[in-house]
């Protein structure tokens, strides 16, 4: 059974009937186990502390980490350590997780203190993708390894082929680093500024390269901010790489350019300099080619 997508409903309203979720997720779980892998502590500690996801999520982030590292292992097995590391992680971070979360709608799901439910909880990404995670481990303790794995692949197997396509976007400040250190330009530098309310902080970053800004980002998180600034300074740096030098060897001004050697309108060619005639121009001689102001020369008797 595929998952169900459904809208999410905004974010401050009673939490749905989980017997949904449980039907869109399509496994054997326990109503119990359910329950509580949508229960945020922000909710046991308004209710009597009834447990909460949290060590469920340890475990679910674990079983999804496996599954994924299993994946790649076996899907790309040309791609060296270095990079199935890299796209490991842009699968299992928090952004791609709380997306898979959006997409069943689990934020409407999750049961959340009141404090929680007005500042926007049931759409953080961190409360997203915790409450996925403990999902997925409730999953594993009710279903077992194999529908545990089943269902990782039924949510995250488009993630894996998006994040493939990324190529240096897997990770933009790691590709920056190695860029910049194979261009010997030195390490990037960041400066963040965050602004709001503690609640709906909005992050501005900018990154230097050789005490020059080349690139400026903006976020939900301090995070996010470097990676796009990183992206923008990696596309500049990389557009500057593509860009030949205006010299002798690779083309200069038209009407004047180096060729094999030779100019155009002006060139040594051969060692020899060939210049064609200016229209202007008289090479001393008039038209019977003789110099001219000379004497005219005299018939042999």
């Keep these: 059974m595929g998952v169900v997508s459904r809208s999410w409903d905004g974010g401050v309203n009673a939490e749905r009937d989980p017997a949904e979720l449980q039907h869109a997720l399509g496994v054997p779980i326990m109503a119990e186990s359910l ?33 994924v590292t299993d994946t ?19 699968v299992v971070q928090m952004g791609a997780l709380a997306e898979v979360a959006r997409e069943l709608s689990l934020g409407s799901y999750v049961k959340l203190g009141r404090g929680e439910q007005v500042t926007g909880g049931r759409n953080k990404s961190s409360i997203l993708a915790d409450t996925l ?31 493939a396509r990324l190529g240096a976007g897997l990770d933009w400040k790691t590709s920056l680093q190695e860029l910049t250190a194979g261009h010997l330009l030195g390490v990037p530098e960041y400066q963040v500024e965050e602004s709001g309310p503690d609640h709906q902080k909005s992050f501005n970053a900018v ?39 205006l010299t002798a ?14 100019a155009e309108n002006g060139t040594a060619e051969n060692g020899t300099r060939h210049q064609r005639p200016d229209p202007g121009y008289h090479d001393g001689k008039d038209d019977g080619g003789q110099a001219a102001g000379s004497a005219p020369a005299q018939p042999e008797p």
């Design 133 to 163: 995670e403990a999902v997925i481990g409730a999953v594993y303790i009710d279903c077992g390894l194999a529908q545990a794995s089943a269902l990782v692949h039924r949510l995250f197997d488009p993630v894996i082929a998006r994040s």
């Design 249 to 262: 060897e690779n083309g200069t001004a038209e009407n004047g350019t180096a060729e094999n050697g030779t």
């Design 72 to 90: 790649l292992f076996r899907g790309y097995p040309n791609l060296p350590e270095g990079q199935l590391a890299k796209l490991r992680a842009a």
């Design 207 to 245: 990154v230097k390269v050789g005490g020059r800004i080349l690139g400026s980002g903006q976020g939900r998180s301090k995070k996010a901010a470097e990676q796009q600034a990183a992206e923008a300074a990696w596309n500049a740096i990389t557009a500057e790489a593509a860009t030949p030098p």
């Design 35 to 67: 329950e509580r892998a949508l229960t945020h502590r922000s909710y046991a500690y308004e209710n009597a502390n009834p447990p909460t996801n949290e060590r469920l999520e340890f475990l679910g982030d674990s079983v999804l980490g496996l599954v």
